[in-house]
Each structure stands twice: as structure tokens, then as C-alpha cells.
């Protein structure tokens, strides 16, 4: 797998001397491939922080007909703090279509950023996300209320409510878990390891794809099959920078979130250096997505 995909990333880059030049058939390819590799693995170079061993051994209720909990409104806060207040996962795991799961066999708690946050927590504890994920990008987390689980449940829901982007529209949010209990279907924990970055930056002399991780603090590292190309930090909210590594350029601009995609935030940052030259990256799109519409994204807003 390794040789092929860097037989496609081969094909699909072009680094400095031909910054401009990009086959198209080459990036769905070479897409492909990297997508491909989305998965658990630490190894090959990953970035990801490991987990501690007493995270990935909390054990969890996993019910295959769950007690969804969304939430748009006030009312639906109501509703949901009083569903987190009588909730008794002990009375829970005594349903025949339920069971105790490790945390690690449900990846988007263990791989995100926020999962791992809810995981280590102090009871009672609460976490959120956008509903649809695939186009409501926010997450909300409560842990350790003295008001009770209820008022728990209550503040996550809320806080996800808050963080919903202005320009986000028909969204919600989803209670995914609380305390010990899974919330949502477990189909929907699944966490994309490593995801394909789109990235056009000419003044780099770069115009293909790479490999994005998470790092903690919520940075991203982008890397080839042969090691790490640059980074991208967040130096406030709603900014971004994006840097290459060895010494290259850096760039600062804005991230404008997307949606979920196989757990990981999708969103596209629009970036210039000093000297006004520009830099696009879209992180966490599909191979399809990219096919369809990498043009437009990469395009730069015209209000930018």
C-alpha cells in the first residue's frame, strides 16, 4: 500500500518548478489512494497523540436502538435536561439490544479531539454535535455540573447551539454521549485517522494533495508518505496559518468549517503572506467532493 500510494502522490503533486501545473485524473487517483489509508493506524509517521490506556478501557453503554436527543430550541433544552436527569444507564444495560463497548472500539471518542476531552472528564459530563453533522459543524461539552447530569446534558446541547456557524442553516444538535451512555447509533463514531488535504499554494511551489492528522491544541500536521511538509495552527479563533516545514513560507488567513466527514471537521482555509500571495487548502473532503467541486473551492471568495 505504501509503494502505491506513493506512486499516486507521484503523479497527483508537483512540487517547485511546475507549481501550477496539476492533472486532474492524477488527483482522483491519488485521492483515492489516500483516503484509502483513513483508519486507526499510528504508525508510518503519524502525527496522533496516543491515548492513555485508561481512556481507551472505559467502558460504555451501546444501545443499537439509542435515545436520540436533538435539540434546535429552548424547548428541546427542556426536554433534554429532563431525558439526562432520569437517564439510569444502569436500567439502560439491561435492554437485550444493549452491551458495554471499550471506548476504543468507537473511534470518534477516542480519535477526536473532543472525544478524548468528554473521555477524560469528571462525571456527571455531556457532549454534542452538529445535527446534520455533515453540514453543521460545532461540537458542545459540559463535565462535572453540580447541578446534576441533567443540567449537564443541557449545557452541551446549548454550547453546540452556540458554536453553530452564522452562515449554517437547518441545523441542530445531537446529544452523543453522556456520562457512559452512547446516544447516538454506534455507526456514527466512526473517525477518519488521516484525511486528504487539498492544497494550492504557488508561492511554495506546491499543487496537489497530502495526508492531514490531528495534534493536540488543535493544530494539523500535512505529510507524504516520506515525512511531514507543513503545518497548520491556530493562532485565534476563526484564523488560521499555515506553515512548510524546512524553512518554506507561512501563511495566515481564515478556516471557514464545512461539516463533518467520517467524524474528522471538514472545512477550507484561505490564506495570504506578507508579501499578498495566497494559499488555499481544503481539508477533509471526499475524493468525490473533491471531483466535483475542487475548482470552486479552491477558487478564492471573492468578498476575501
Not at 87 to 100: A, M
Not at 141 to 157: F, H, I, K, Y
Not at 278 to 293: D, K, M, T, W
Request: net charge neutral; proline share 7%.
Amino acid at each position: 500500500m505504501q509503494a502505491e500510494i506513493g506512486a499516486a502522490e507521484g503523479s497527483a503533486r508537483q512540487f517547485r518548478g511546475t507549481p501550477r501545473r496539476f492533472v486532474h485524473a492524477a488527483l482522483l487517483v491519488g485521492a483515492a489512494f489516500l483516503a484509502s489509508c483513513d483508519g486507526a493506524e499510528t504508525g508510518g509517521g503519524s502525527a496522533r497523540t496516543p491515548v492513555a490506556d485508561s481512556v481507551h478501557a472505559q467502558l460504555i453503554v451501546v444501545i443499537d436502538a439509542p435515545p436520540q436527543v436533538v435539540a434546535s430550541g429552548p424547548p428541546d433544552l427542556d426536554r433534554a435536561e429532563r431525558f439526562g436527569a432520569q437517564l439510569d444507564p444502569e436500567r439502560l444495560l439491561k435492554r437485550n439490544d444493549s452491551r458495554l463497548a471499550r471506548a476504543d472500539s468507537l473511534a470518534w471518542l477516542t480519535g477526536s479531539e473532543a472525544g478524548r476531552v468528554f473521555l477524560e472528564a469528571p462525571l456527571p459530563r455531556a457532549i454534542a454535535r452538529g445535527d446534520p453533522p455533515r453540514t453543521c459543524p460545532a461540537t458542545g461539552l459540559a463535565a462535572g455540573d453540580p447541578a446534576g447530569r441533567g443540567s449537564a446534558v443541557r449545557t452541551a446541547l446549548s454550547r453546540c447551539l452556540d458554536a453553530l456557524p452564522a452562515a449554517a442553516k437547518d441545523c441542530g444538535c445531537e446529544l452523543v454521549a453522556v456520562d457512559s451512555v452512547l446516544t447516538v447509533p454506534r455507526d456514527e463514531m466512526a473517525y477518519a485517522t488521516g484525511v486528504t488535504a487539498r492544497v494550492r499554494a504557488p508561492e511554495a511551489g506546491f499543487d496537489g494533495l497530502l495526508i492531514a492528522e490531528d495534534e493536540t491544541g488543535g493544530a494539523i500536521l500535512l505529510r507524504d508518505v516520506t515525512g511531514p511538509v507543513a503545518r497548520i495552527t491556530r493562532p485565534a479563533d476563526g484564523r488560521a496559518a499555515l506553515e512548510f516545514l524546512g524553512g518554506g513560507p507561512r501563511f495566515e488567513g481564515i478556516a471557514t468549517p464545512v461539516g463533518y466527514r467520517r467524524g474528522r471537521l471538514a472545512e477550507r482555509l484561505y490564506l495570504a503572506n506578507a508579501d499578498g500571495s495566497r494559499a488555499v487548502v481544503l481539508i477533509g473532503f471526499s475524493p468525490g467532493e473533491l471531483a466535483e467541486s475542487a475548482g470552486a473551492g479552491l477558487a478564492w471568495p471573492r468578498d476575501g
